[in-house]
């Protein structure tokens, strides 16, 4: 293996994963007969590709929109090969799904938040009180709806192989030798996970919708709306210093809410799952050897 360390990332898809590198991303799937599909694609991360992209804070808003767009190419491929038959999702599949979820997400973590804590403000008086009790309710419903979802026998299944990617990036970032046996032994929580940037971003909007100050109810509700992607561009911001941090004491206690949640957004795998990820894992990163050697 070469000395240098690639900053690999992944996502857990249907009865698979996928993992992305700087210049490629790849998917692998346990298939019906149990072999296993894998797939590279080679492209570029958006931030790499446009300078003005990579630059501060906006660099996390291109982040989750490429990361959203990759998951749903990721999705489209795992579901086809983990039934056995041939689904595709067309654009506008995509830009509905997209749509959609951008919709469940704004009203019921935004704005159902927002119109609950409304009569507390006369009794509180206090803004920043007032944003961390509406802070305190988001983070309820999203903590509800993650218990409620992790139930499902499908979910259960995706949380593992979220697990098993955990495992194998570890043990990647352990210098350990990429075996299965060896990569079962590590721990399913990571800092850089998309889980603990959920709870960030829950986090910042109580100091950003603090500095807002008072406003009637219209006017909070569009605010929240407006200002998600620039809360997500801090978020993400805190998300990169995590991973630099790597398993610093300090930062696993900064963090520690969003490693805490993720004993729920990932599971214990098998064997049979790790060896799914570390096929998605080998891809991306024997692309990235290979195109540092021509």
């Known amino acids: 293996m070469s000395e240098k360390k690639y900053n690999i990332g992944g996502q857990a898809v249907i009865e698979g994963v996928m993992m992305r590198s700087k210049n490629f991303w790849a998917v692998a799937v346990r298939r019906p007969d149990n072999t296993i599909s894998t797939k590279l694609f080679k492209e570029g991360a958006l931030t790499g590709r446009n300078k003005v992209l990579g630059f501060f804070f906006i660099r996390g808003m291109a982040v989750i929109f490429e990361s959203l767009l990759l998951g749903f190419k990721a999705l489209n491929y795992s579901v086809s090969e983990s039934t056995g038959e041939e689904i595709k999702f067309s654009k506008k599949d995509m830009v509905m799904s997209f749509i959609v979820a951008l919709a469940f997400t704004v009203v019921f973590f935004f704005v159902l938040p927002t119109l609950i804590a409304k009569p507390f403000f006369d009794s509180i008086q206090n803004v920043f009180l007032y944003n961390l009790l509406e802070g305190l309710i988001r983070i309820g419903f999203f903590l509800v709806y993650i218990l409620l979802i992790s ?3 499908d979910i259960k299944r995706v949380f593992e192989y979220h697990g098993s990617e955990h495992k194998t990036i570890q043990a990647y970032e352990n210098d350990e030798e990429l075996k299965p046996e060896n990569i079962k032994k590590y721990s399913t929580l990571h800092l850089r996970c998309g889980t603990n940037f959920l709870i960030i971003v829950m986090m910042v909007s109580i ?32 998300i990169r210093l995590a991973g630099k941090l790597g398993n610093n004491k300090v930062a696993r206690v900064l963090f520690y809410p969003g490693l805490f949640l993720q004993k729920i957004t990932t599971r214990e795998p098998d064997i049979s799952q790790i060896e799914v990820a570390l096929a998605s894992f080998k891809t991306v990163l024997e692309a990235e050897e290979s195109l540092k050697e021509n």
């Open 151 to 153: 139930q499902l026998k």
């Open 207 to 238: 100091f950003v919708f603090a500095l807002m100050g008072e406003q009637a109810l219209l006017w909070r509700i569009l605010l929240r709306i407006v200002l998600i992607p620039v809360i997500a561009g801090i978020s993400y911001e805190f």
